[in-house]
């Protein structure tokens, strides 16, 4: 999806609808997208309106969001971002997929490995952008469902540091209390 | 936190943030999962703390740290909490400095996100323990206080604390009298919900005020109080009035639903028990409704007259419940409730005379969208009314079925081949066999599966349903006596969330079965009376298996003696109802048990004829502060000491003396 660096942020794409440019933390990946995508993104839609109109020429760059983790929560906004481009619009107006469409994209869209989706957790939080953060956080919490402590460290990555001592305090709080 | 783009590991859950995992964790609701996640790593535990919005605390002893570790912490459910009482909450709750200045931190952070607590049958706490509370949670909102039988006026008082109060269940406080209830009404003008069912010392005096101080309540129960027509008259001037309930009012007649007729937003009456009203009351409330759905005449009418069922046209769109158990009912009457209640969602016509299988065929001809029909009793039914039940109402998920002697294996193959959504069937006494639990085995939603007093029922037809059945949580095979072990074998392999199991009477089953049984993890109910060959080697291996275990009736388990109570002693902390009467048990055991069991408070062991007087004494003095009912028997009152019993009755135990003669069953 990397597209070639446009001279004006504000370029128009073959359709007549304003684009923005994106920038990777690295500066490796630049990403040209729908402004009604892009704005789907609270912070991004922040640093627009501080940044005022000249200074996106060169593009808005992400210091915290790596290339790949990028590119990925681009085609999340792509897909549900509504059919209008005009900013004051975008909030209100609807996607333009049907509800089905959007839900059969979401199952598929988090179908990828514990890094990638932590990845997403963390950017859809620092990005503000509110469906993905919700779509990730649930897939966490359904993938915590019915497992066993030991299931839930090996499904999510994750090592005890708990003593000994410890654990047997909070085994013995999950049967005192709740 | 930015990566290296040649790092293909990518990041680690350490990568979340507290905040994050928090949000990730607030969507896991199961409280078996959450307490999975306090186990998995320490980050989890801390996220998990901050998420928690719901406790139920269990032990008085872990009160302070809860109240401490959980920020978000929004509905404290206390009401299992063994012995709590006002010195114990007050010591928990953290105390509202009065002159906090800004520079010193206050004793303890307010519980500023508490808004419901429910305190059922906690009856240690009063009202010191009450105005703690209320002092430490400004933002309360909701408080259950029902069947705490001591909670009188004064209680009420320190409720009316509360000014943010909008739900308050007082169901069964016993001592609450008028002056209470306007205490509460003066204090918390904001209340929405209020339910004083059996609290028979309010009058209409009571009423007229709480009507007049509480404008906002939506929902009102003033059950099985002996209050007139005055009272409704006071309640029709609640303009946001939807819910009310006035089961079994003896002193309300047609005359007050004609006054309550002035309220025309309700959406829900209950007026069942209420054997002085007629169906033209009843008319006269329902007219002018707009947005009734539901409607309760149980035992109250003797029959529908035409009056209501014309009446019942004009509010057919928004009905959704109707239940008349126990009236006559005859076939024309269910084809005009059919032809006008298209939207009917739940039929209630227990023990109803003249039900039969035309009036069900035209009801359900029309009525599509049933979920939930009890026909309890309705003796004439037939395969046929389950024909149409299942042709029509493939929604249906609740089948109340119990005595109806003409159902059997045809009528439910067609109600499991059509209606995938089963989730509840009372097959109680019905002449039935496994044939239709094969049938039944197709419903694979099936949660709740009553099968008492269907002597056909054998291991076969529990294989049948162990082999699809997975999400069941309630069986009930009580008196089924073809059952054997093996049949718990194969439920204990397919239906691994069964909760609460019924064997009573089942006197074939042996330890062996008890093993199987043991295997069912979630288990908190079991009962097993009169199963004579069971022994205490059976009893350890529930008690080692079934953690989860809360309630046990072994009465007339002839067989169980201390080996196996010894068990329960070490490993069912968590129970809190246990039957033992007629078991081999002797005074060392008994005390034994009732000492090491903290969350023990309600114990019936009539006719222990190994325990001797000393052994009863020292038994229940051991648990005097925990124990809130006990069932004794009647000669034991003349010869246990005085002391004893005063403190008992001091502690809030309620005991029932029982005159029964030993005879021995099975």
């Not at chain 2, 057919?316 to 032809?339: C, P």
Request: some cysteine; glycine content about 8%; proline content about 2%.
């Amino acid at each position: 999806m990397a597209a070639a660096a446009d001279s004006s942020g504000d370029g128009g794409t073959s359709s007549g609808e304003k684009t923005i440019v994106l920038v990777s933390s690295d500066n490796s990946a630049r990403f040209e997208v729908r402004e009604a995508a892009a704005l789907l993104s609270q912070t991004v839609r922040r640093m627009i309106d501080e940044a005022g109109a000249d200074a996106s020429g060169d593009g808005i760059t992400l210091p915290d969001v790596d290339a790949k983790t990028l590119a990925k929560v681009l085609e999340y906004c792509n897909k549900h971002a509504p059919a209008s481009s005009s900013s004051s619009a975008a909030e209100a107006a609807p996607p333009a997929e049907g509800e089905e469409d959007l839900e059969r994209f979401d199952r598929e869209f988090v179908r990828v490995d514990m890094g990638t989706l932590y990845s997403l957790v963390t950017a859809a939080s620092y990005l503000k952008i509110e469906g993905l953060l919700n779509l990730t956080c649930q897939t966490i919490a359904d993938m915590i469902k019915g497992k066993t402590p030991e299931q839930i460290r090996k499904t999510l990555g994750i090592t005890s540091e708990f003593t000994p001592e410890e654990e047997d305090e909070v085994r013995r709080e999950n049967a005192w209390a709740f | 936190m930015s990566h290296d783009s040649g790092s293909s590991a990518g990041a680690g859950v350490e990568s979340l943030s507290l905040d994050l995992l928090a949000h990730a964790l607030a969507g896991v609701g199961d409280p078996r999962d959450r307490k999975s996640c306090r186990l998995a790593s320490r980050a989890f535990a801390r996220a998990e703390a901050a998420s928690r919005r719901a406790a139920r605390v269990l032990r008085r002893e872990a009160l302070p740290r809860v109240l401490r570790a959980f920020p978000a912490l929004s509905s404290l459910d206390l009401s299992a909490c063994a012995g709590l009482d006002d010195a114990s909450l007050a010591a928990a709750l953290p105390v509202p400095d009065p002159g906090a200045g800004a520079a010193d931190p206050p004793p303890g952070q307010l519980l500023l996100t508490v808004r419901r607590v429910r305190l059922a049958r906690a009856s240690g706490v009063g009202w010191r323990g009450l105005e703690a509370l209320v002092a430490a949670c400004p933002r309360l909102e909701a408080v259950d206080l029902s069947h705490c039988v001591a909670a009188g006026d004064r209680e009420m008082a320190a409720l009316a604390a509360a000014a943010g109060l909008r739900e308050l269940v007082m169901d069964k406080c016993l001592g609450v009298t008028d002056v209470g209830l306007a205490k509460v009404a003066v204090g918390c003008p904001g209340l929405q919900r209020l339910s004083v069912k059996w609290c028979l010392e309010i009058s209409d005096i009571g009423i007229e005020l709480l009507a007049k101080k509480c404008p906002q309540l939506r929902s009102v129960d003033i059950s099985y109080l002996k209050v007139t027509n005055e009272s409704l008259r006071s309640l029709s001037t609640l303009e946001k009035l939807e819910d009310i309930a006035m089961v079994s009012c003896l002193f309300i007649d047609d005359d007050g639903l004609q006054m309550l007729s002035m309220c025309n937003s309700l959406q829900s009456i209950d007026i069942s028990r209420c054997n002085h009203v007629s169906s033209l009351g009843l008319a006269s409330l329902i007219d002018g409704q707009r947005f009734l759905q539901k409607i309760n005449v149980g035992h109250s009418l003797h029959e529908i007259e035409t009056c209501v069922l014309s009446k019942l046209s004009t509010i057919g769109e928004t009905l959704t419940v109707l239940r008349l158990d126990g009236l006559e009912i005859f076939a024309s009457n269910l084809q005009a409730i059919g032809s006008t209640c298209k939207n009917l969602v739940e039929i209630g016509l227990s023990k109803c005379n003249g039900v039969t299988d035309d009036g069900i065929v035209s009801l359900v001809a029309h009525c599509c969208d049933l979920r939930t029909i009890d026909v309890t009793c309705c003796h004439l039914l037939t395969n046929d009314a389950l024909s149409a039940i299942a042709e029509n109402c493939r929604k249906i998920e609740c089948l109340r079925l119990e005595s109806c002697p003409f159902i059997s294996e045809k009528g439910l193959e067609r109600i499991a081949t059509l209606c995938s959504h089963l989730k509840e069937i009372d097959l109680t006494d019905c002449r039935i066999n496994d044939a239709a639990l094969q049938h039944l085995a197709i419903c694979s939603e099936l949660l709740i599966l009553k099968l008492g007093l269907c002597s056909s029922i054998s291991d076969g037809g529990l294989v049948y349903i162990s082999s699809n059945c997975g999400k069941l949580v309630e069986l009930d095979l009580y008196r089924c006596s073809a059952i054997t072990d093996d049949g718990l074998a194969a439920v204990a392999s397919g239906c691994k969330k069964i909760r609460m199991l019924n064997l009573c009477y089942c006197t074939q089953i042996t330890d062996a079965g008890l093993k199987h049984v043991s295997a069912l993890e979630e288990l908190t109910n079991l009962e097993l009376r009169c199963l004579v060959r069971i022994t205490g080697i059976g009893i350890t291996s529930i008690a080692i298996g079934c953690t989860s275990l809360i309630e046990l009736d072994l009465k007339r388990c002839y067989s169980v003696d201390d080996a196996g109570l010894w068990a329960l002693s070490r490993y069912s902390q968590n129970l809190r109802q246990l039957t033992i009467s007629y078991c081999q048990v002797t005074g060392l055991g008994l005390c034994h048990l009732l000492g090491s069991l903290r969350c023990l408070q309600d114990v019936k062991m009539v006719h222990l004829s190994w325990v001797s007087i000393e052994g009863f004494e020292m038994a229940l003095r051991a648990a005097c502060g925990r124990l809130k009912k006990l069932k004794l028997l009647d000669g034991l009152r003349s010869v246990l000491s005085t002391e004893l019993l005063q403190m008992l009755q001091a502690c809030g135990c309620r005991v029932r003396w029982v005159d029964k003669p030993l005879v021995y069953k099975g």
